[in-house]
T-cell receptor, first 111, second 114 residues
C-alpha cells in the first residue's frame, strides 16, 4: 500500500462546477496535510494546509480532513479553466520535516 | 526577491557520465530539499539539509547519488555514474523555520540519460 494515494485522473469538470479531489494516507500518526498545485511543466506550489479534523476554507478552495478515516480532500468551487493542473496531496508524519507526496490527480476544467 | 534557482534547466547526457545539478536557495532559508519526480513514482524526497547539515538522506536511491551543501547559498546533487533510469525532473526546494509545508520550489532540472 502506498503511503499517500490519489486517483491519477484526469478528473474533468465543467467551468463553474465544484471539483472534488481526494487523498487517503496510511500512517495514522500523520499530523499535517497539504495540497500543492502543479501546472504542466512547472514546479509545485502550496495552496492549502490543514492540521485538524474538519474543513478549512480559503477563497474558492476548501480542504477537508477526517483523521479517523485517514482521508483528506480538496474542493474547488466555481472551477475555472485556470484551475486545470495536477493537484498533489502531501502528508507529514513524525517530528521531522519529511513530507510524503501522492502521485497527483490531474484536473481538467472544461470551458 | 529571487526564488530558488536551479541549473541547468535541461541536461541530456549519455549513460555512465557524471551529472551535477545545482541549487541556490532563497536567502535566509534554513532548510533545503532535493526531490525527484517521475510519472510512475511521483515526487520523492531524496535528501534534506538544515543549516547546511544533511538531516535525512534515506531517499537517496543508491551510492551513485550524493549531495552537498558547502554553504547556505549553494547545494549540489551529483549522480556518478548516471543510468537511464535516473531520467526524471529534479527539484530543489527551500524554506524557513518549522512550518513544514511552506516549501518554495525551483523550476527543476529535466534530466535525460541516454
Amino acid at each position: 500500500q502506498k503511503e499517500v494515494e490519489q486517483n491519477s485522473g484526469p478528473l474533468s469538470v465543467p467551468e463553474g462546477a465544484i471539483a472534488s479531489l481526494n487523498c487517503t494516507y496510511s500512517d495514522r500518526g500523520s499530523q499535517s496535510f497539504f495540497w500543492y498545485r502543479q501546472y504542466s511543466g512547472k514546479s509545485p506550489e502550496l495552496i492549502m494546509s490543514i492540521y485538524s479534523n474538519g474543513d478549512k476554507e480559503d477563497g474558492r478552495f476548501t480542504a477537508q480532513l477526517n483523521k479517523a478515516s485517514q482521508y483528506v480532500s480538496l474542493l474547488i468551487r466555481d472551477s475555472q479553466p485556470s484551475d486545470s493542473a495536477t493537484y498533489l496531496c502531501a502528508v507529514k508524519a513524525g517530528g521531522y520535516q519529511k513530507v510524503t507526496f501522492g502521485t497527483g490527480t490531474k484536473l481538467q476544467v472544461i470551458p | 526577491d529571487a526564488g530558488v534557482i536551479q541549473s541547468p534547466r535541461h541536461e541530456v547526457t549519455e549513460m555512465g557520465q557524471e551529472v551535477t545539478l545545482r541549487c541556490k536557495p532563497i536567502s535566509g532559508h534554513d532548510y533545503l530539499f532535493w526531490y525527484r519526480q517521475t510519472m510512475m513514482r511521483g515526487l520523492e524526497l531524496l535528501i534534506y539539509f538544515n543549516n547546511n547539515v544533511p538531516i535525512d538522506d534515506s531517499g537517496m536511491p543508491e551510492d551513485r547519488f550524493s549531495a552537498k551543501m558547502p554553504n547556505a547559498s549553494f547545494s549540489t546533487l551529483k549522480i556518478q555514474p548516471s543510468e537511464p533510469r535516473d531520467s526524471a525532473v529534479y527539484f530543489c526546494a527551500s524554506k524557513i523555520g518549522l512550518e513544514v509545508g511552506a516549501q518554495h520550489f525551483g523550476d527543476g532540472t529535466r534530466l535525460s540519460i541516454l
